[in-house]
């Protein structure tokens, strides 16, 4: 699956916004259960604790135990907190999966994220 960097994660290593790579593996957070290999649909309930993303170009050092050009990347989430019209407060969380490129056939969304 082809994605695209949509934060300056580390500028000087060119992961930064608009950066491409592909989806090289997907690590799921330790307290999740287990994922068929076939499955089309996954619903998680946690986030993934971090994704290996191939990139298209990058000035990192080859790291240990991966593939050249293969980096860790963590999603990211962000909390906001909001005044509704009746006055009450409330928290809300997003998580950062965008997509660049129509989404693909297999998808793999957190429980509560759609």
């Known amino acids: 699956m082809e994605v695209m960097v949509t934060y300056n994660v580390k500028t000087d290593l060119d992961v930064a ?9 997907i690590v799921l957070d330790g307290e ?13 309930k946690h986030l993934p ?13 080859k790291l240990d135990g991966l593939p050249k050009d293969v980096l860790p990347l963590e999603p990211i989430s962000e909390s906001y907190q909001i005044t509704m019209p009746s006055g009450e407060k409330r928290t809300v969380k997003r998580t950062n999966f965008r997509s ?15």
Not at 17 to 25: C, I, M, S
Not at 33 to 44: D, F, H, I, P, Q
Not at 100 to 114: A, C, E, L, N
């Open 100 to 114: 660049q490129q129509p989404m693909p056939s297999r998808t793999i969304v957190p429980k509560g994220r759609r």
């Open 32 to 44: 999740e259960t287990a994922v068929s290999e076939g499955a089309n649909e996954v619903e998680l």
């Open 17 to 25: 916004n608009g950066a491409r790579g592909r989806v090289h593996d």
């Open 49 to 61: 604790s971090y994704l290996l993303i191939e990139m298209d170009r990058t000035r990192a050092e």
